[in-house]
């Protein structure tokens, strides 16, 4: 259905839940909001259809007990295609984004062969997800050694910043940078005014302690003695390199994934100073706790790992107290082959957590059971998350912005399967996590994309493609191709 009136009891607009009745123009964009007295939204509803023929043709009633929020964006997504679409690719990537609210998505650069690490592999990235798409999709761009001449046309062709590693990134086309290299790439993305997003571990502190517990060779069983081997010290090493080469350089940086709570005073300090970093988590970092996971239960691996009880909360402490700004999936899943490889050595296993459908009904759960609403989730993983990639018109509700919406359930109890998810490879570390709060409906610039949670068959490939802050100064015209893109 194409929404043209929506009309609610409870809807997030400046930070509040409030009775409101949303109108959608023909271009997907909330045209004009009125407020409502409490209790209203029915009788509304029924005034709206009286004066509007159309109306009723377009009308979104929306049940009194249901939440209507921003449409999540999700700015840290591995889709793998092209290359390794066995693994995930945007059909059943952005389908699983859509059914878990999730209204945009940024794709990461890596593990897609080829890696978009220049122009020419951003357009068979395009050309990849062109026609298959769920939600709006948005890309990164890569820092790798050797392509520092390839960034300033990467961000002239609409990527929204560059991810690079400061360690192995797992797979052998995206080989991580040296110092030097970070800081060249750096100076250049600071001269044009981009973004660089970073994986920050350090390898010298990963193969020490690797060494200490027995070496690299070792099967590895409990996920505690796994996690052990990628100490918190490997994040708070890196991360503190990595802030000097921000001080050095002045480039707009953004720690990727922080799993280690001990780096939350460092990056206080680096606030303190001026310096231009933002920092994010992932829902499995704060729902879950490594003594608690099985063994051998490769789904809840990820790198950075997994840590204790008392980190997941100070994770918690530093997201309310702003610390960290936002949180988003870091989705990356990989075939049955790969994930459980070794099994169950965890060493061997491919590290990600498949998390998209789930993370925010998982998240929003476990806020409410530390006394946080929806509101707040709603700043981590929407506001904040378009803030970081310049979506200006996406993360919020108002006027001018696209009328991209999720609809919760907050009562709705659930509990995950893997195999109703619609990601590629049904495995997920949330396989039977029970989440109370279920996403119920989505909307895609005025289009809703599903009403009902277990039905996909009313969803519409009607994503388009993002263009990056960069991509508007001294562009030429779109040309035929890039017609569909934004």
């Not at 939440?67 to 700015?75: F, H, I, Y």
């Not at 490594?290 to 691996?301: H, L």
């Not at 409906?441 to 009403?451: D, I, K, M, P, T």
């Amino acid at each position: 259905m194409t929404v043209r009136h929506l009309i609610a009891e409870r809807v997030l607009i400046e930070g509040d839940l409030v009775p409101a009745h949303l109108e959608i123009d023909h271009q997907g964009a909330v045209r004009r909001i009125t407020r409502l007295a409490p209790g209203q939204a029915a009788r509304h509803a029924a005034i709206v259809r009286a004066r509007d023929v159309s109306g009723g043709a377009g009308m979104l009633r929306v049940p009194p007990r249901l939440v209507v929020l921003p449409g999540n964006v999700d700015s840290h997504v591995h889709l793998n295609e092209p290359g390794r679409t066995s693994w995930e690719g945007f059909a059943t990537g952005t389908m699983a984004a859509a059914l878990g609210g999730v209204t945009t998505i940024v794709d990461m650069p890596l593990n897609s062969i080829p890696p978009t690490v220049d122009v020419p592999s951003l357009r068979a990235k395009q050309a990849a997800a062109a026609g298959q798409t769920y939600v709006d999709v948005g890309f990164w761009g890569g820092v790798v050694p050797g392509n520092a001449e390839d960034l300033e046309p990467l961000w002239e062709a609409g990527v929204f910043g560059f991810k690079c590693f400061l360690l192995d990134s797992g797979v052998p086309e995206f080989p991580p940078v040296s110092p030097a290299q970070l800081r060249e790439a750096m100076t250049r993305i600071r001269g044009f005014g981009g973004l660089l997003i970073v994986h920050a571990e350090d390898a010298r502190t990963i193969d020490t302690a690797t060494a200490a517990l027995g070496g690299q060779f070792r099967k590895v069983r409990r996920y505690a003695e796994w996690a052990a081997t990628r100490p918190a010290e490997a994040e708070l090493t890196a991360i503190e390199g990595l802030l000097e080469a921000v001080r050095e350089t002045g480039c707009r940086t953004h720690i990727l994934h922080l799993a280690a709570a001990g780096a939350l005073e460092t990056i206080q300090t680096a606030r303190d100073e001026g310096l231009p970093v933002t920092v994010e988590t992932c829902p499995h970092y704060l729902c879950f706790e490594a003594e608690s996971v099985p063994d051998g239960a490769a789904e809840f691996k990820c790198c950075p790992p997994i840590r204790d009880a008392g980190n997941r909360e100070a994770l918690w402490q530093g997201l309310q107290e702003g610390l960290i700004d936002m949180v988003v999936t870091d989705h990356s899943p990989a075939t049955r082959e790969q994930k459980y490889k070794g099994a169950p050595d965890l060493s061997q296993a491919w590290g990600g957590v498949s998390g998209l459908q789930v993370g925010f009904a998982a998240v929003a759960s476990a806020a409410a059971q530390r006394g946080i609403g929806l509101e707040q989730v709603s700043r981590w993983m929407a506001q904040r998350t378009a803030a970081l990639v310049g979506l200006s018109h996406k993360g919020r509700i108002a006027v001018g912005c696209d009328a991209d919406f999720l609809i919760y359930d907050p009562e709705q109890t659930h509990v995950v399967s893997s195999a109703g998810l619609a990601h590629k490879n049904p495995i997920s570390a949330y396989d039977g996590y029970e989440i109370r709060g279920t996403v119920v409906g989505a909307v895609l610039r005025g289009v809703e994309l599903f009403s009902d949670q277990d039905s996909t068959a009313t969803l519409l490939s009607g994503g388009e493609q993002l263009r990056g802050p960069g991509y508007s100064a001294g562009r030429p015209a779109r040309s035929e191709e890039e017609v569909g893109t934004r």
